[in-house]
């Protein structure tokens, strides 16, 4: 699964993908008007949905622009997006603010972390705004394949790792000309690594619904 997903976004059509959210990333950097940052923001994250929606499917292709919706359809993934965001790390926020000790905190990252790529592919196979919400399916998914999940866990946290690696880098003080440079050679990395993860865990989904199926016609 891990390994498919590796090349998956390395072929011509994976290319150029990769270029085009890289551009429409980057152009988020000079947005005029907030609504443009948000619709560009939100076609990123429909994105990415349909990416984990068409894995879990057993689809191998790209998503296109009939898998991401109108501008209404944009904007409801993108609530469902922070809702579910929301929701992950709701433990951490709640260790932070009503029991700010070490261990606690620690503990509430630890559930959170555990969470989040659960919410996530959940929020992606729901539809609605308020579906990303919902912690049952979550967990139904991380109780019903735990091993597999631990999979998923260990390639989140590694593009977690590549991601604050890349944000400290893009971080240092530097001049116009070396920033965007900087941009635009760590963007396509960050899509890259967001399409693997993404691959990853609706593959992790696929899984789990086709051991759902077997288990009913048992």
Known sequence: MTGAALSYP????????????????LANLWASTFILFLV???????????????????????????????????????????LATGVAFAPLWLAMFLMPIGSIVLLGTVISAIMLPAMLATAAMTTGCLAGMNPLPALSLIRAYPLQYLLV???FAAAAGVHAVMNHVSSAPLGGSAITVTAAILTPVS?????????????????????ASTDQSA
């Open 10 to 25: 390395l072929g011509r059509t994976g290319f150029i993908h990769i270029v085009v959210l890289s551009l429409l990333s």
């Open 40 to 82: 560009s923001y939100a076609f990123v994250v429909a994105y990415l949905f349909a990416l984990i929606r068409i894995a879990a499917r057993g689809g191998d292709r790209f998503p296109g622009l009939e898998d991401l919706g109108n501008l209404q359809e944009l904007l409801v993934s993108l609530a469902r997006y922070f």
């Open 153 to 155: 866990l260990v390639v």
């Open 191 to 211: 899509f890259y690594v967001s399409i693997v993860t993404m691959r990853v865990l609706g593959g992790f989904v696929y899984y789990a619904e086709q051991g």
